[in-house]
């Protein structure tokens, strides 16, 4: 199925992947969340649908309107990999420069 975002009561966003295509006829929408709990979601209208998740190979993507999916999750999850995990304080986006604040000295300047 396709990998989605779900709202999380601690996280904000949980990735999880549907268990079933979506149906303009059905009210809700089964899917598995990555802690492996089934959820439903109830689908009034398609703003209720949740987001596309970015394919593997764009995530930690130094500028983030190469996404193919540039929404609020994404844009936190992209930004979570590269301050957390490849320590990249740096991201653009088109022209503008994201930085995060890491509140620590980081070796990327050299010594002065």
Wanted: net charge negative.
């Amino acid at each position: 199925g396709a990998k989605v975002w779900i709202p999380h009561a601690d996280k904000v966003w949980e990735g999880a992947e549907l268990l079933e295509d979506y149906s303009p006829n059905k009210p809700t929408l089964e899917l598995v969340s990555e802690s492996n709990e089934r959820k439903t979601l109830n689908i009034k209208s398609e703003s209720d649908l949740p987001f596309l998740r970015n394919p593997p190979i764009l995530i930690g993507e130094n500028d983030l309107t190469a996404l193919s999916y540039l929404h609020e999750p994404a844009v936190l999850h992209n930004l979570y990999v590269r301050f957390c995990q490849l320590k990249d304080i740096y991201t653009y986006c088109g022209i503008v420069l994201v930085a995060i604040n890491p509140y620590d000295d980081l070796p990327i300047y050299g010594e002065w």
